[in-house]
């Protein structure tokens, strides 16, 4: 099993300015997946991030507004750049382990 | 292109009764299928997988699914169920063998009532 960490757990930001949430495995994984989960909804994944390589994001999702960055094997950020209220979400970090997916607690995003 | 579709967004159920939530995919390929349970301010946590074999999968906490592929279903059941199952229940998806990428399913909310 992989016990993710997530930092921040939930932060309130003004509509403009960018958050940076990390993502710290305790196990050396290959890939690590970011999810939004947006209130009343399901998740949705927002890209696929593998060490060394630019991440795969999905349609809808764009590197300029979500950047990640996957710098070693246990780590992973993502930003959500230029905020608006409709990016208030639960964003989620994720790996797969054995056909199991792993998720960290989220964080909890408010952007006023 | 696969999909899920949970019909219920919310199961009231008194405690101690048996509840199934359920959950119908569609695919074209084969898949893999899977429960979540999302307790309130908590990250996504495994309850069962079908992989492939027994088409009854046994999880955690007591629950079990079916696996149904002429009905492409798989229904989660509890014979009895306790207040701390209240939670928010994810179906989820994935290409068979895996291709990493889960397609979930909007949840059902379930509240078990005293």
């Known amino acids: 099993s992989a016990v993710i960490s997530q930092k921040p757990s939930r932060d309130i930001c003004q509509r403009g300015t960018s958050l940076t949430i990390q993502c710290q495995v305790d196990s050396q994984v290959t890939m690590m997946f970011w999810y939004r989960q947006q209130p009343g909804q399901s998740l949705t994944l927002i890209a696929t991030?593998?060490?060394?390589?630019?991440?795969?994001?999905e349609s809808g999702f764009v590197i300029d507004k979500f950047p990640i960055s996957r710098p070693n094997l246990t780590f992973s950020t993502l930003t959500v750049s230029n905020m608006s209220p409709e990016d208030s979400s639960i964003y989620l970090c994720?790996?797969?382990?054995?056909?199991?997916?792993?998720f960290g607690q989220g964080t909890r995003l408010t952007v006023v | 292109a696969q999909s899920v579709t949970q019909l219920d967004s919310q199961v009231p159920v008194f405690e101690e009764a048996p509840v199934e939530l359920r959950c119908n995919y569609s695919s074209s390929v084969s898949v893999y299928l899977f429960w979540y349970v999302q307790y309130p301010n908590q990250g996504l946590q495994l309850l069962l997988k079908?992989?492939?074999?027994?088409?009854l999968v046994k999880g955690i906490n007591g629950f079990e699914a079916e696996f149904n592929k002429s009905q492409t279903s798989f229904h989660l059941r509890k014979p009895s169920v306790h207040i701390s199952d209240t939670a928010e229940y994810f179906c989820a998806v994935s290409e068979a063998p895996g291709t990493y990428k889960y397609i979930f399913g909007t949840g059902t909310r379930l509240k078990v009532l005293a």
């Open positions: 991030a593998n060490q060394g390589s630019e991440a795969t994001y």
């Open positions: 994720s790996v797969e382990d054995n056909t199991e997916a792993f």
């Open positions: 079908y992989l492939s074999g027994s088409t």
